[in-house]
Nanobody, 115 residues
């Protein structure tokens, strides 16, 4: 079974840092774009950052300069380094990837930033 498994969420104070990881498992023939989304109650799901297979990254304006997305193709893993966290970054973060030419989602990991 092909799946994405996230880790690294938690509770942090404003100004702190967290690193999210998302690993693909199962029979993987192809991984193209990978990314992170987040969702807060009452708001639509938001693209936080994405990265192509070759490493070209794209960020939401709200996280530019604070978050960094990266990937390790050999480990089939994408990372999201989050620095200078703000209370408004509080959300469930979801990993997304094009695995075997199918749009695949992780189960989500909670990030809570206290003021």
């Amino acid at each position: 079974q092909v799946q994405l498994v996230e880790s690294g969420g938690g509770l942090v104070q404003a100004g702190g840092s967290l690193r999210l990881s998302c690993a693909a498992s199962g029979t993987i023939l192809s991984i193209n774009a990978m990314g992170w989304y987040r969702r807060t109650p009452g708001k639509p799901r938001e693209l936080v950052a994405s990265i192509t297979r070759r490493g070209s990254a794209n960020y939401a304006d709200s996280v530019k300069g604070r978050f960094t997305i990266s990937r390790d193709n050999a480990k089939k893993t994408v990372y999201l380094q989050m620095n200078s966290l703000k209370p408004e970054d509080t959300a469930v973060y979801y990993c997304n990837a094009d695995l075997n030419w199918r749009d695949t989602w992780g189960q989500g990991t909670q990030v809570t930033v206290s003021s």
